[in-house]
């Protein structure tokens, strides 16, 4: 008997598999989960497509209702769940329950909206109409650094525009979006919503399967491509949101308290592990020192600890692959310019690495040309705007960046050259559900929230009548 189980033509079963969760903190097995088989997988999608014409024929109304009540569910269960999701991922306490207040949002949003079929002419000679009809099976890929969140991404739109759906978590993820299965059992019909959990083997069944018609991605960029390709054959529709290497230009007139808090604060959210968080600081001359200096004093306030425990304010790494990844960028960062606090590996269980400031870095050091998805914040200095926009947008990446400045309108100018799917002035990651996000070049291809992602779960039909009887 595992603790949690999957979902599948509306039954939890147990997987032909289990798979051990470990708790980043204290690197022991918090949990076994059931994890699916090939052939459960196979029935999770055979599930899923028998499911699709009576939900695609169910009122908008009733699809809408049963999102709402899963944003209901974990509103009412949002402690329990918070606890799994840290034991799970890391992520301290108040983040875990964050990042549930999110779910229950955006999953609340998505009840208010519907696919945006509308009628582009209605006269004597023609009426033309632009139905936004479902597509079919969804495969929702799900990363492990908002596991929850990122599943209900996907779940909401693609209910809401008639779709039925097989959500695959991340292996070192899955106890949290299992947990809410219990709850879409009750509330879909059969097939409607399922849930599988796999050791990363299962993603290419469901990314190349004939009846699976679109793949929802959020994972990264390497991955992504992956998916394009092992999708083509079969044409699959695709939205991928993949990796960024957001940068932070902190203009010259900042206040730098502020400024540096909300840099600090956006680089360090979820131990660094934010597709959008701050991974490169650029700094002008004239601060440079002080702003260094300020970001170093809030990494040293930093309580690193496990997530569990009150006061914590940045949890371990999420898992053993991406702590030993991390440390690889500590040391390269170590050797390419100077750290003035952070730095270390605690002496203790649990994948921790203190959040590290590093100064004297250049564009071309792994530590700022990579995404390192960690706690480290390198500080690049610059003097001049157009060369440090080259240095921004020279690269493969472009999900996110922010200007910092005492002067708005300077700051928006600067920010309007930056590459990137979201830009922020005087703030980093403020999204929300009646937020598009996409990303340039290689952070992804498509949109996902809003009206303008709910769409992309769709496909679109025209129905053009010529009024003339013939
Ligand atoms: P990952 O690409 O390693 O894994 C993501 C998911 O893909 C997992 O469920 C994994 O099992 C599955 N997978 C692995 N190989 C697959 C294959 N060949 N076919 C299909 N599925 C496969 O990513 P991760 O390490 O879990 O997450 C971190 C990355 O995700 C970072 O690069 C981060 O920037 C990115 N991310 C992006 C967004 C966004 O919205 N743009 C949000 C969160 C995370």
Redesign the pocket.
Known sequence: MTDFKLLIGGELVEGDLTLDVVNPATEAVFATVARASEKQAHQAVAAAKAAFPGWAATPLADRQAAVAKLADRIAENAEELARILTSEQGKPLPEAMGELAWTEGYLRHYATLGPSSHVIQDDDAFRIEVRREPLGVVAG??????PLL?ACWKIGPAVIAGNTIVI????TTPATTLKIGEYCRDIFPAGVVNIIT?N?EL??L??GHPDVAKVS????????K??AS?GANTLKRLTL????NDAAIVLDDVNIPAAAAGVFGAATLNAGQ??LAVKRAYVHDSIYDEMCDALADLARQAVVDDGLKQGTTIGPLQNRM?FEKVKGFLEDAKAAGKVIAGGNIPDREGYFIEPTIVRDVKSSDRIVAE?Q?GPILPVIRYSDIDAVLAEVNGTDYG?GGSVWSGNVERAVEVATRIESGSVWVNQHINIGPHIP?S?YKS??VGI?QAQEGLDEFTQMRVINIARQPV
């Open positions: 890929i799900v990363p492990w650094n908002f990122v695959k978590t991340s292996p796999d990363n993603g290419p469901l990314t991605f959020t994972g990264s960029t390497e991955t992504g992956k998916i092992n949101e993949l990796g960024g934010v597709c991406q995404e998805f999900l996000m990303g952070s992804g996902e």
